[in-house]
């Protein structure tokens, strides 16, 4: 992610009406370079040593204001610790079963499933999420080492 999403992001705070703060900064900062769907807390212990002041409960109010002007999405997995993605556009996840490492990849053919299902069911459809859940490259060389 380069730096026109950053002032983008910002573009948008300020417009919404939202103050940008060091720590808002440096957390939408880290959202944008992070490929890895961090958790609030891991966000926190990445930022603690630039803001020692800083507590969780920054992170975890940050966030959710991002995520209301529509900045990040907030990904929930059953009882797991919420992720956040700053890539907001449609996209799907795969997900280690081992490890819990969250890849993005995009597949166009899936858009259509929206209007098949509200064809089907008579649902104003408003969005959708596919997840596929497997064994990522690096955990599969573990894996299969150990046998």
Known sequence: MSATHLQDALDTLKTTGVRITPQ???ILEYLIQSMA???AD????ALEGRFPNMSVATVYNNLRVFRE?????ELTY???SSRFDFVTNDHYHMICECCGKIVDFHYPGLDEIEHF???VTGFDVHSHRLEIYGTCPS???V???VQ
Do not use: F, N
Not at 42 to 45: A, F, G, P, T, V
Not at 69 to 73: C, H
């Open 24 to 26: 808002r900064h440096a």
């Open 37 to 39: 769907h961090p958790t």
């Open 42 to 45: 891991e966000i926190y212990k």
């Open 69 to 73: 002007v529509g900045l990040v999405k």
């Open 78 to 80: 059953g009882d797991a």
């Open 117 to 119: 299902a509200s064809q």
């Open 139 to 141: 955990c599969k060389g």
């Open 143 to 145: 894996s299969a080492k």
